[in-house]
C-alpha cells in the first residue's frame, strides 16, 4: 500500500445523482443518515454589530454549510426570551427575539436554506417556559389553586409557615429547584419547581392545557415549513407523583447522565423494555413522557414530507433511550452515550455496538455527535487529564487542562470515526474549524447560570459558546460586520489560523478535512452502510469496514502497521502521513 504524503486538498467529485438522492432521501428518510450542523445563533454570525449573532447573519453563510457538505441545521433557541439561560428561557414561543431578527427574517432563512438542499430544525424548549412568559405571569397574579397556577409545578411550602421547600432537589445549575413567590399583599407564598434556573419555571405536563398548547406551538413552526423540531430536555417533562425526596450520586451529570462505563450495559438484541434500569430520578425519564411524544409524532404526520423529531435526554442505559425512538414516537435521541465516552478504543468499541443495537431494538438508526452548546468542545475534551461532569465546564483553574496540540489531534481523529459510522451524525458549528474549548474567558465576561448558581464553582458551558472565526484579521474575526468589535463573548487574540478563510483550500486543516469527509460520506453511503469489525488489530485500536470503506484509527501511542494487502487507496487521514503506519492518535479511511 502506498501512503500520499498528504491528502488531496480538492473534496472529491460527488456525482450529481448521488448529490440528489442524498436530498431527497432516498432508500429510507433522510434524517437517518444526515449530517445536522448545529447553529447557537448568537454566535454564529452577527449582521448588525450588536456582538450576538442573529438571523440575517446566518443566511448570509449558508452557502458555506452548503460548501461544507451538511444535510440540515439545526438551530439553538431564537424566539423571545429575556436570554437568562441564553434564549432556552423562551417568553413567546411563536416570534422571534428582536436580537436575533424577526419571523420574517426567520421565513427568509428558511427559504434560501431549503434552495440550498438545507433542512432546517428549530429547537422547542417544552420542560419550562422563562418567568417572562405571559402563561407564568397570569399564574403569578392568579390564587392558589387556580388553572392558572396549575399550568405550571406551585407547591405549599412545608414546616408551620410553610416556609420550609416542599422537596429537597436541587438545580441542575446548582442551588435549590424551588423559588418561593411573593403574594400580591406582600405576603410570602406558594413555592414553583425550576429544574434549571429560577427565571425558567416547570410547566406542569400533566395538565392538558399544556399539552394543547404545544400541539399549537408545533402547528405554529410546521406551517412556516420547518423540517422538524430538536426538543429540549425531552427526558424531564413529567415528574413522579408526590415529588419525593431525592439525592443524585455523586458521579452523575447535571443532566442526569453519568459516565460512559455506566450508560452502556446492554447486550446486542435486547429488548427496549430492559427492566435493569439504574434507579431514576424522579424528575428525569419518568414513563409519562412517552405519551406527549406520541401526541406530537401524530402532529408531525398531519404534515407531508418527513419531518423529525430529535431528543435531547440525557437518558441511561442506551437501552431505555431507545424507548424515545419507538416507531410512534422520535425519530432520533442524541446519543450522549458516545459523546460521554473517553479516549478509550475498547469503550468506544462497546459503545457503538451498544448504540447500534439499542436502537435496532425499535428500528430507528443511531445518532453520533462528539459537541454541543452544553459541553466542553471535544477538540479539548478528549485530551483533559481529570474528570469533568457534563455543565461543569472547564476554566484556569480546573484541573487536568488540556494540551491543545493534543487535543486537536484526537479530535480530528474522533471526528474521522464519527462521520464513518452508520446513522446520523450532528456536528456543532466551529468543531469544523478544529475549536478549542475557551478556558481563559474572564470572570467578567461569564454568563452561564450555573457559573452564578454555584457561586464560581463551575465555570459552566461560556467556553463552548465564544462566537467562531471567519476571517482573519479583523477585530471580531469577520463574526460581525465590517468596523464591527463587538462579541458577546470576547474571543482569543490567537485565533487568526482557526478563522475559516484561513483554512479554505489548506492541505490537511481541520476545515478541509470535515469537507472531505462529509464528501466521501455521501459518496459511498456511509451514512446508511453497515459496521463490521475487523478483527486483527491491537486494543487500542478501531478498526471497522462500512459499505466498503475501511476505517482504522489509532486511539494508542505505538504506531499501528497498516495492512499491507486488501485496501489501498487512501481516501482520507487525520493527520498527514508519511509512511505506512498510523502513529498515535490517527485515524485513516482506505478503498
Ligand atoms: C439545553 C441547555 C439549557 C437547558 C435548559 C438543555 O439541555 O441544551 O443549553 O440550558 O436545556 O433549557
Request: net charge negative; charged share 20%; with cysteine.
Amino acid at each position: 500500500m502506498t501512503i500520499e504524503t498528504s491528502p488531496d486538498p480538492e473534496t472529491p467529485e460527488v456525482p450529481e445523482t448521488e448529490a440528489v438522492s442524498t436530498l431527497i432521501g432516498t432508500g429510507g428518510e433522510w434524517w437517518r443518515s444526515a449530517v445536522i450542523y448545529q447553529i447557537y445563533p448568537r454566535s454564529f454570525s452577527d449582521s448588525d454589530g450588536d456582538g450576538i449573532g442573529d438571523l440575517p447573519g446566518i443566511t448570509t453563510r449558508l452557502d458555506s454549510l452548503a460548501e461544507l457538505g451538511i444535510d440540515a441545521i439545526w438551530l439553538s433557541p431564537f424566539m423571545t426570551s429575556p436570554q437568562h439561560d441564553a434564549g432556552y428561557d423562551v417568553a413567546d414561543y411563536c416570534d422571534v427575539d428582536p436580537i436575533f431578527g424577526t419571523l420574517a427574517d426567520f421565513d427568509l432563512m428558511l427559504e434560501k436554506a431549503h434552495a440550498l438542499g438545507i433542512r432546517v430544525i428549530v429547537d422547542l424548549v417544552p420542560n419550562h417556559t422563562s418567568w417572562d412568559h405571559a402563561w407564568f405571569k397570569e399564574a403569578l397574579a392568579a390564587a392558589p389553586g387556580s388553572p392558572e397556577r396549575d399550568r405550571y409545578m406551585f407547591r405549599d411550602g412545608k414546616g408551620p409557615n410553610g416556609d420550609e421547600m416542599p422537596n429537597n432537589w436541587e438545580s441542575v445549575f446548582g442551588g435549590p429547584m424551588w423559588e418561593r413567590v411573593t403574594n400580591p399583599d406582600g405576603t410570602p407564598g406558594q413555592w414553583y419547581l425550576h429544574i434549571f434556573d429560577k427565571s425558567q419555571p416547570d410547566l406542569n405536563w400533566e395538565n392538558p392545557w399544556v399539552r394543547e398548547r404545544f400541539h399549537d406551538i408545533l402547528r405554529f413552526w410546521l406551517d412556516r415549513g420547518v423540517d422538524g423540531f430538536r426538543v429540549d430536555v425531552a427526558h424531564g417533562m413529567i415528574k413522579e407523583a408526590g415529588l419525593p425526596d431525592y439525592t443524585p450520586p455523586a458521579d452523575a451529570g447535571s443532566m442526569g447522565g453519568g459516565t460512559a462505563d455506566a450508560l452502556v450495559g446492554l447486550e446486542p438484541g435486547i429488548d427496549a423494555d430492559a427492566s435493569a434500569d439504574p434507579p431514576t430520578p424522579p424528575y428525569w425519564a419518568q414513563d409519562g413522557v412517552h405519551d406527549i411524544f406520541r401526541g406530537w409524532h401524530s402532529v408531525l404526520e398531519e404534515y407531508e414530507g418527513e419531518r423529525v423529531l430529535c431528543a435531547e435526554a440525557w437518558v441511561e442505559p442506551l437501552t431505555k433511550l431507545a424507548r424515545w425512538v419507538r416507531p410512534d414516537e422520535m425519530q432520533q435521541a442524541f446519543n450522549f452515550t458516545y459523546l460521554s465516552a473517553g479516549w478509550d478504543a475498547a469503550e468506544l468499541r462497546t459503545v457503538i455496538d451498544g448504540s447500534i443495537a439499542a436502537f435496532a431494538t425499535v428500528g430507528a438508526p443511531s445518532t453520533w455527535v462528539l459537541s454541543n452548546h452544553d459541553v466542553v468542545r471535544h477538540a479539548s475534551r478528549l485530551a483533559l487529564e481529570a474528570e469533568n461532569l457534563q455543565g461543569a465546564g472547564i476554566g484556569p483553574n480546573s484541573p487536568g487542562l488540556p494540551d491543545p496540540v493534543v487535543g486537536l489531534r484526537r479530535a480530528r481523529a474522533a471526528t474521522s470515526i464519527m462521520l464513518a459510522l452508520p446513522g446520523s451524525a450532528y456536528v456543532y458549528q466551529g468543531e469544523e474549524l478544529g475549536l478549542p474549548e475557551v478556558i481563559d474567558l474572564p470572570d467578567s465576561a461569564r454568563q452561564d447560570p450555573t457559573w452564578f448558581r454555584t457561586d464560581h464553582e463551575k465555570y459552566g458551558r461560556d467556553g463552548c459558546r465564544v462566537p467562531i472565526p471567519w476571517e482573519a484579521g479583523s477585530p471580531t474575526y469577520g463574526f460581525g460586520p465590517a468596523g464591527s468589535t463587538a462579541s458577546w463573548l470576547p474571543q482569543p487574540g490567537d485565533w487568526d489560523e482557526l478563522a475559516r478563510a484561513s483554512q479554505e483550500g489548506v492541505a490537511d486543516s481541520t476545515l478541509e478535512l470535515y469537507k472531505r469527509a462529509l464528501a466521501l460520506r455521501s459518496l459511498h453511503g456511509l451514512g446508511t452502510g453497515t459496521l463490521e469489525w475487523i478483527p486483527g488489530y491491537g486494543p487500542e485500536v478501531i478498526a471497522f469496514r462500512n459499505n466498503g470503506v475501511t476505517v482504522i484509527a489509532n486511539l494508542g501511542q505505538t504506531p499501528v502497521e497498516l495492512p499491507a494487502e486488501g485496501p489501498g487507496e487512501v481516501l482520507l487521514t487525520s493527520e498527514p502521513l508519511n509512511e505506512p503506519a498510523l502513529p498515535a492518535d490517527t485515524a485513516i479511511w482506505l478503498l
